[in-house]
């Protein structure tokens, strides 16, 4: 590499890339130097930007037309700091796949800061991933590969159209840098966005440290600047630590419905991998559903199942259990800790009933037992996990089914099993009479028409790779307004092909 790039240089102005009132600041540098390492990303050659959030960028406070400047590249790409950017990676430990793991941290992501009306004020925060070397890449190189950036880019703003809390993307940017995995690939970096990148696990860091000062320092932090209902009780009041767990706890349930409701496998749901927001964050080995299966596991590396579809509820209030038992010594009481962790369990149904009752199309003012919809939406999943019956594909058609009144048209995804007869009166029994058309309504709001499937992500990947962003760029297209039709977009709404089912993603992934 050209030693001229050594170091990040610093452009004279961040005006040209902020509008008008806004400024860059980095809220998580004004914790103590215990909570991260100061350091720049580390340059690569020849960057070229490939993607970029124009509306994300607008809503974040930056100039959308900075995105197609060279400056942009270079910054987004690691090679060059704005004036007010405050770069650092920061520390945490955690569980991966159910054992203590230790110390982890930002191996290859670094923050950049935030960038927000004020410095008063909670902005977005933006971080680079893949942006070189950290004082936690342990045996890593801190980079990350075309591939997995591509599939990261996609599912986050993928997600969001879905809308489903997650962190978002604002640009992906290459370089023809080798990098080595199972083979040699080429680097990017992908800038991802979120109010703040707080997990899990920078809790677990400090509470298996006993130092209890960090810890309560990080919950202070986190309550004052994310979470109202925390911040509402004094700072150093067990209440005020109880009431963070209980708003993560609920936070964390409406995000599960949401993946189990579209079909979403996460794959490595680690302790360091999960959002004191309830984001979805850390795009590895992640699927939608093709044919559905309860018990399916996305992620290669998953040998023992424990991430299976299935069980992500479950590990999530799993996860959450660490989560309590990291701010018992501020709780302080165990009963009090186990009290805030039960709120998952009590939004976790609403939730479920919410994003399950939309699916099918119930009007959400009128009161629908949960019994109920769990009668009509556990027998069609019984239904097509026999018969491998298309996850999205039949939602969507069932949507267009109670448009067009042909509900019976539906037996062929069931192979004339009489089992749909049986379940198909249950369902109409459950629909208002002569609301079809704002049954049909909710129902297109709630079932997508796209999703980020394996073999369209592989596709998108494959072509990049050979220099050809058109896929990518249909599927981003496509993906922001999934609920949408699409015309001339169909192929990316049809039945995956044969090899799709062979495809293996991985925590490489």
Known sequence: MDSSLSSPPAPSSAKAALQPGSQWHNGFASLPPVFYTRLQPTPMPELAMQAGNDALAQ???????????????????GNALLPGMDALASVYSGHQFGHWAGQ????????LGEVSADAAAQGQELQLKGAGKTPYSRMGDGRAVLRSSIR???CSEAMHGLG??????????????????????????VARVAPSFVRFGHFEHFAARDDIGSLRRLADYVAERYLPQAAAHASGSAQ???ALLGEVAERTARMIALWQAHGFCHGVMNTDNMSILGLTIDYGPFQFLDHYDANHICNHSDTGGRYAFARQPQVAYWNLFCLGQALLPLIEDEATTLAALERYKTALEPAMQRALGAKLGLDPARSTAPEAVAAVVNPLLALMQQHRTDYSLFWRALSQAVADDSLPALAHWFHGDAGFETWRAQYQALLQPGDAAATAARMFAAN????????L????ITAAQQGNWTPF?????VLATPYAEHPGCEDLAALPPDWAQHIEISCSS
């Open 448 to 455: 997508p028409r796209y999703v980020l499937r394996n073999h």
């Open 473 to 477: 760029q249909r599927l981003q297209t």
């Open 152 to 154: 990261e880019y996609l």
């Open 164 to 189: 489903v809390p997650t962190t978002r993307a604002l640009s992906l940017v290459t370089s023809p840098q080798p990098i080595y995995r199972e083979t040699v690939e080429t680097a990017a970096v």
């Open 59 to 77: 809503d974040m406070g930056l100039r959308p037309d900075w995105l197609a400047s060279s400056e942009a590249t270079q910054v987004l790409g």
């Open 104 to 111: 982890l941290g930002d191996g290859r992501a670094i923050l």
């Open 457 to 460: 992500g592989q596709e998108a």
């Open 240 to 242: 005020r630590y109880a």
